[in-house]
């Protein structure tokens, strides 16, 4: 129980690192607020933690939504009285497989505009949109944790991806920054760096064997990693354990960023 008589709102906790985490988070002892997107998979997380006897709300998110992102939180603190930990999981990930086609990632010179802002909204605006209005509630709590989710592209060169690089570089930066002006107030703001993590984000990719091969050949465990494993290290910095973490940067990926 160690997240006891604590709220947490999950973003994109519909699937994936965001799911996994939920539902530790609630076995844990937290109330959890499944902010997703899609209904049916937020439904579905909430219903397997009230399986498991633990405390979840669905509320219908999306992140690059001012409103949408208000009321998420005003959903944690209305119903669950106060607001300790906030997750910022939701994210894209559309790598350009084909250059030529405009709706997905690619070179600089290939992205559509729109393309990069849509990166740029759901992956970094979001996160600010998210730490702007929690960082209120979580101070007249008490005090608490937030925690970003960036990626090894942040910090590591990879080529058709440069729309979800640069979001993901914002995301490193604004935690840092962000850590140092709001730790004062008992914030601890801190950045996960995930590795090749199989979620359903990325299933085109695992499922491709070039793609799979260019991501797995850069990793020495030669594997991709599962979500329990981000949602084991979210969780301790969820925690009062990590109460000396303010601006870390915690890498998780099988060792990909050192070779």
Same mark, same amino acid.
């Given at each position: 129980?160690?997240?006891?008589?604590?709220?947490?709102?999950?973003?994109?906790?519909?699937?994936?690192? $965001?799911?996994?985490?939920?539902?530790?988070?609630?076995?844990? $002892?937290?109330?959890?607020?499944?902010?997703?997107?899609?209904?049916?998979?937020?439904?579905?997380?909430?219903?397997?933690?009230?399986?498991?006897? $633990?405390?979840?709300?669905?509320?219908?998110? +999306?992140?690059?939504?001012?409103?949408?992102?208000?009321?998420?939180?005003?959903?944690?603190?209305?119903?669950?009285?106060?607001?300790?930990?906030?997750?910022?999981?939701?994210?894209?990930?559309?790598?350009?497989?084909?250059?030529? +086609?405009?709706?997905?990632?690619?070179?600089?010179?290939?992205?559509?505009?729109?393309?990069?802002?849509?990166?740029?909204?759901?992956?970094?605006?979001?996160?600010?949109?998210?730490?702007?209005?929690?960082?209120?509630?979580?101070?007249?709590?008490?005090?608490?944790?937030?925690?970003?989710?960036?990626?090894?592209?942040?910090?590591? $060169?990879?080529?058709?991806?440069?729309?979800?690089?640069?979001?993901?570089?914002?995301?490193?930066?604004?935690?840092?920054?962000?850590?140092?002006?709001?730790?004062?107030?008992?914030?601890?703001?801190?950045?996960?760096?995930?590795?090749?993590?199989?979620?359903?984000?990325?299933?085109?990719?695992?499922?491709?064997?070039?793609?799979?091969?260019?991501?797995?050949?850069?990793?020495?465990?030669?594997?991709?990693?599962?979500?329990? +494993?981000i949602a084991h290290l979210a969780l301790y910095l969820a925690?009062?354990?990590?109460?000396?973490?303010?601006?870390?940067?915690?890498?998780? +990926?099988?060792?990909?960023?050192?070779?």
């Amino acid at each position: 129980m160690r997240l006891k008589n604590k709220t947490a709102v999950i973003t994109g906790a519909g699937s994936g690192m $965001g799911k996994a985490a939920a539902v530790l988070f609630a076995k844990e $002892g937290a109330n959890v607020v499944v902010a997703e997107i899609e209904e049916k998979s937020g439904r579905e997380t909430v219903s397997l933690i009230k399986e498991k006897g $633990g405390a979840g709300l669905f509320v219908k998110t +999306d992140v690059s939504v001012v409103e949408d992102v208000r009321r998420m939180i005003a959903s944690a603190r209305d119903v669950f009285g106060q607001l300790h930990i906030m997750y910022n999981n939701a994210a894209i990930f559309q790598p350009g497989i084909n250059p030529k +086609d405009q709706n997905t990632d690619g070179k600089v010179t290939d992205i559509s505009e729109e393309v990069f802002d849509r990166f740029y909204q759901i992956n970094l605006r979001s996160t600010f949109l998210c730490c702007k209005y929690s960082i209120p509630e979580i101070i007249s709590s008490g005090g608490g944790s937030i925690i970003n989710v960036a990626s090894t592209c942040a910090v590591m $060169g990879f080529t058709g991806v440069d729309a979800y690089t640069a979001s993901k570089g914002g995301v490193l930066s604004l935690t840092r920054s962000m850590a140092v002006e709001y730790a004062p107030h008992n914030v601890r703001i801190n950045c996960i760096i995930p590795g090749f993590i199989a979620t359903p984000m990325v299933a085109i990719q695992m499922n491709d064997p070039v793609s799979a091969k260019k991501f797995l050949d850069k990793s020495p465990t030669g594997k991709f990693g599962k979500p329990e +494993d981000i949602a084991h290290l979210a969780l301790y910095l969820a925690s009062d354990e990590s109460s000396f973490a303010i601006g870390g940067v915690f890498t998780l +990926d099988g060792g990909m960023t050192i070779v």
